[in-house]
């Protein structure tokens, strides 16, 4: 049964900083693209950050690149995400999400091409 999950969510001033991990288990997923995704109460799914398999590759949102990294531990089966200069806008639940297909180099930028998901760890940045 393949999982994953995150922590490190919690509350935080704007300025602050945190870093999320997202532990998989089950499978492998090394030569995978992963990615942080997000939603806010009332607001649609936003793509926060992709890393490919290879981890060579990134992607970020305009609204986090400058102030936040993803990266990868494959030996941990583990993706992080370091958010720095947080604000209070970054509000809202993170989500991690793997890509079944094999690719070392590709960074999806859409939420339905992936096929694993976290639960979720809750972000809150108060002014």
């Known amino acids: 049964q393949v999982q994953l999950v995150e922590s490190g969510g919690g509350l935080v001033q704007a300025g602050g900083s945190l870093r999320l991990s997202c532990a998989a288990s089950?499978?492998?997923?090394?030569?995978?693209?992963m990615g942080w995704f997000r939603q806010a109460p009332g607001k649609e799914r936003e793509i926060v950050s992709v890393i490919s398999g290879s981890g060579s590759v990134t992607y970020y949102g305009d609204s986090v690149k400058g102030r936040f990294t993803i990266s990868r531990d494959d030996a941990k089966n583990t993706l992080y995400l370091q958010m720095n200069s947080l604000k209070p806008e970054d509000t809202a639940v993170y989500s991690c999400?793997?890509?079944?297909?094999?690719?070392?180099?590709?960074?999806?930028?859409?939420?339905?091409?992936?096929?694993?998901w976290g639960q979720g760890t809750q972000v809150t940045v108060s002014s």
């Open positions: 999400a793997a890509d079944g297909r094999f690719s070392r180099t590709t960074v999806p930028r859409t939420p339905s091409v992936y096929d694993y």
């Open positions: 089950g499978r492998s997923f090394s030569n995978n693209a």
